[in-house]
């Protein structure tokens, strides 16, 4: 029984890696799973990142600043194709709690249109810049608003080693880490994070796969975590 149970458990990686192999998206619900997710782009490094991420076959989430978006379609394009997530961080990056109703929906519909165009589809998530939103922001927000479970102060401390260090320590499975790719101190940590949560089991998944594709209207990354098989 007891031996029974452990090679059932110890059998579930090895499923997930066929799986991922076959193309079947990975079930956070059996395999430990870690969300990256870029800010504030897409900027000048973005496509330097897209290679770190496909050498680890790595899927992450782009919280897109619209505007950017309409100025380099392409890499958003690319970006998408590439089998990562798109989502909105508001036309202008603009602090969401100081707008009218009618202000919060403009920068959220300009921002969906830019990335339709783009990609071609809509967007299914939110991040509100800042982190900041109130009871006007979620009325106004049609789609789920994205938080972070693991701050790497990446836009402060310019430091490779350091932010790759903090994204390590702190990862556990269901977080969601919150980068910026605009910074190119970031992109060069990325490697390092990649290869040490890939030695520790983790997948990387985008932001919608970590929650089985239906997130709740508010998500931090650890209030509703998957459960790992191990
Ligand atoms: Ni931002």
Redesign the pocket.
């Known amino acids: 029984m007891w031996s029974g149970a452990v090679r059932a458990v110890s059998l579930r990686p090895v499923r997930a890696a066929l799986d991922a192999a076959a193309g079947k998206p990975v079930d956070c619900r059996r395999v430990k799973c870690v969300a990256l997710t870029f800010?504030?782009g897409p900027g000048r490094y973005t496509d330097t990142l897209l290679r770190h991420l496909a050498a680890h076959r790595a899927r992450a989430t782009f919280f897109v600043v619209g505007q950017n978006v309409a100025a380099n379609p392409g890499i958003v394009r690319r970006t998408y194709a590439a089998g990562h997530e798109i989502a909105g961080?508001t036309w202008s990056?603009a602090d969401l709690t100081k707008l009218s109703a009618t202000g919060i929906r403009s920068q959220l519909t300009r921002t969906d249109r830019a990335i339709k165009a783009a990609t071609g589809v809509t967007p299914r998530l939110i991040r509100p810049?800042?982190g900041a939103f109130n009871t006007a922001v979620r009325l106004q927000s049609p789609r789920p608003l994205v938080m972070w479970s693991v701050d790497t102060l990446d836009w402060l401390h310019r430091d490779s080693a350091r932010v790759a260090r903090k994204a390590v320590r702190s990862a556990r499975p269901g977080s969601i880490i919150l980068f910026?790719d605009i910074h190119p101190t970031t992109v060069r940590a990325i490697p390092r994070v990649l290869r040490k949560l890939s030695a520790r089991g983790y997948h990387f998944v985008t932001v919608s796969r970590l929650y089985g594709d239906r997130p709740p209207r508010l998500v931090y990354g650890t209030t509703r975590r998957p459960r790992p098989a191990d």
């Open positions: 800010d504030d961080h990056h810049p800042y910026h």
